[in-house]
Structure formats: structure tokens, C-alpha cells
């Protein structure tokens, strides 16, 4: 690969963290006076002093959840759609407005590539000249404009195909002979059986940006076996572009344009580099500037840049959802109060809630990783236990990074059978 989408991508890492920990002082300064919601979470907060990871962890973290539950108080409240997070509302600035399930809305400002999904198509190799089969959904939702913006950023042509409509898929992709496709790996599959089915000329797809789903690396063996090339794109509607696959299949690379941390469940502590946890992206787009945002999804930091040359972090791709909340016994148990317990005992690394038992028979089980078992500090934790959850559970101290490394904080194994 001796191509790059900018220079941005072959930057030194010292290069790189100067760059962005600059941009970082002055967005928290920017998300402070230009949204309501900052100017109440960051009140306490001088910009000037966010210079660096570290000072980056001390600021709250804003989850999904968290943003739904601000939206509807806000329009309960006669207040603006996005909870108080927009720097802009409507007018030139903003060109478009988007909902996701919940409804969560999203703005789009008017910026070129405003989601910056144009890197990753990039490395996907699409090029100027190249007509795009985008089969992401144009109705609401903000997936299809996230891939045809970075399409149209590249000088590509885009078919707006949306969903559903199979046959006239088919037919629109041998008339049009696009070269390449977006849109998830789940409905990529449906087209190529359907056209192996029914003699329908494919060949033209020759390369893919897929989403929205997993697509495990037997999937990218079975389009491979059939002439097409899969690069996961992983964006989100609140952030954009987090991270792009390139040729090299190890990972994703983070987008350059983000901050990504990997934080331990239920918390915003952030983990040592190789561990899973939940992802953390602050953004530096100034419509929607979100500073530390829980995407709710588990990865982790791979070692060492990407062997096509691009220097960013790169995260191990989709692990999971690090939203583990359990109902034990008719109770809800958060993975923020496996934290607390832990955060109570200096001496515990990590910890892990099993759940087992059959229906109606529920047992918990908290694993503790502690350097030095000092006598009673099972009794101790099994007392914090029920303080916290109002539930009791049995605790067993087992030996440091014995745990499995998951990111899994409460694992539910009881049988539902």
C-alpha cells in the first residue's frame, strides 16, 4: 500500500499527540461556550488544563443512554432536539437532521465529508472515477449519507439504492456496472446468492464498505471466494468515522480526527493498552462537539501502528457490548456498581460478577484479582456486595490476570433451558 487518503495518516505518534492534545483544549473550551450541555458538565472544568490523556480521563463520560434521556428531557422542556449538545441547531449550519432508535437525534453540519467516512473508503480502495452501489438505508437514519458523503469526497459516483427491493438491485447493479458497494455484509451476501440464483451479472463489484453488523473474517473469506474485497467501516451516527479496516486485515485504525479510549465498564478509568473495555471517542467536529462519548461497544488497543504504513492507534474491531446489566433476583445489577465495589479496595486489580443457577435459583459469584489477600477481606467485600447491590454473593479471591481478558464485567451463565 503506498497510498494514503492525507498526509495525516503517516504522522509521527509524537507528531500526531501534539496535534490533537492542542485541538483538545480548545474543543473542551469550544463544547463549553457553544453548548448548554457542556457549559453545565464542564462548569468546573479550565480548557486550558486539558492538555493531555490523562487530564482527557478526569472528564465525565457521556453515554448513549445518558444522551437519550437528555434529548426527551429537553423537548419535554420545549428545549432543542439534541439535549443542549449541538453547537448548532438549524439554519446554514446544519443541512439535515437524522434519528436513530430511541429516537436519538443526530445533527449534520454542512462541512464536505462531514462524517469523514471518505479515509475509509480510501483504504478500501475506492478511487475517483468509481461508481458506488450504496444500499444503506436513506430513510431517517444517517447511514446512507455517512458512506455517500465520503464517496462524493473521493470523486466517486453514488447510486442511492437504499433497502429492500432485491431483484431491482440486481438489475440496477448489471446495467450500471458500479465497481463498488456499501451497505451491511448481511445484505451484500443476500444480493450475491440472489444473483448466483438467478444468472445475474455481479462482476462489477469488485470491493466493499460494509457496517452496522459484524462480519467475522469467514465472512470476508466467503466474498473473497466470490471476487469481492470487504473492509469494515465502523462509524457511528453521533461521531462519524471512529475507525477503518485497510489491506493489511490487522484490526481497524483509529480515525484521525478522534480520540479513542478504552475504558473498564461502568466506569471512565481507562485500561492498560491490550485490555478490553468499553470505547471512548471524543470528537473534534464543532457542530456536534461530544468529549468523551460510550459508544456501549467493547474493544481494545493493538500494539504497534498498521503494517500499510498508517501510524494512528489501531483497536481490535466490534467485541461485544459493554452494557451488562443483569436482573438478579428482581434486581437490576450495573456493571458501575462492580466498579464501585472495587474502587472501595485498593488492594483488588479487577473483578468479575458470574451469575449461574437456573430460573428463580439465582447465584452471584464476585471473582476478585488481589495482590495481597489480607485475612478478611472476603468477609469485607461480600459486606460491600450486598451494601451496594442489596443482594448477597459469595466472593472468591483468585490469583492476578486470571480473569479473562473480555471486557466483560457481569457474565450472566445460568440456564435458561
Partial sequence: ?????????????????????????????????????????????????????????????TRKHELLECQRASRAGGGDAFGGFAAAVRGPQMQRIFASPGPIYEPEGTARDYWRAGRALFAAGF?????????????????????????????????????????????????????????????????????????????????????????????????????????????????????YETAAREGLVVDEHVIVEIVRPGTGDPVPDGEVGELVVTTFNPVYPLIRFGTGDLSAILPGPCPTGRTAPRIRGWMGRADQTTKIKGMFVHPSQVAEIVRRFPEVQRARLVVSGEMANDRMCLQVEAAEAAEGLREHIEAVVREVTKLRGDVQLVPPGSLPNDGKVIEDARSYQ
Wanted: net charge negative.
Fill in 127 to 243: 478511487r475517483a472515477g468509481h461508481l458506488v452501489h450504496n444500499s444503506f438505508s436513506y430513510h431517517m437514519t444517517p447511514g446512507a449519507y455517512v458512506l455517500e458523503s465520503g464517496a462524493l469526497a473521493i470523486g466517486c459516483t453514488v447510486f442511492p439504492a437504499g433497502t429492500g427491493q432485491t431483484e431491482q438491485q440486481l438489475q440496477a447493479i448489471a446495467d450500471l456496472r458500479p465497481d463498488a458497494y456499501t451497505g451491511t455484509p448481511s445484505f451484500l451476501r443476500i444480493l450475491l446468492e440472489k444473483a448466483e440464483e438467478a444468472g445475474a451479472d455481479v462482476a462489477s463489484v469488485r470491493r466493499a464498505s460494509v457496517g452496522g453488523e459484524a462480519c467475522p473474517p469467514s465472512l470476508t473469506a466467503w466474498f473473497r471466494a466470490r471476487g469481492v474485497e470487504v473492509y469494515q467501516t465502523y462509524a457511528t451516527a453521533d461521531l462519524g468515522l471512529v475507525a
Fill in 1 to 61: 500500500m503506498t497510498e494514503f487518503f492525507d498526509a495525516l495518516e503517516t504522522r509521527s505518534t509524537d507528531e500526531r499527540a501534539t496535534a490533537q492534545m492542542t485541538a483538545l483544549s480548545a474543543q473542551v473550551a469550544h463544547a463549553r461556550s457553544a453548548t448548554t450541555a457542556y457549559a453545565e458538565r464542564l462548569k468546573d472544568i479550565d480548557p486550558s488544563t486539558i492538555t493531555s490523556r490523562e487530564a482527557l480521563a478526569r472528564l465525565p463520560v
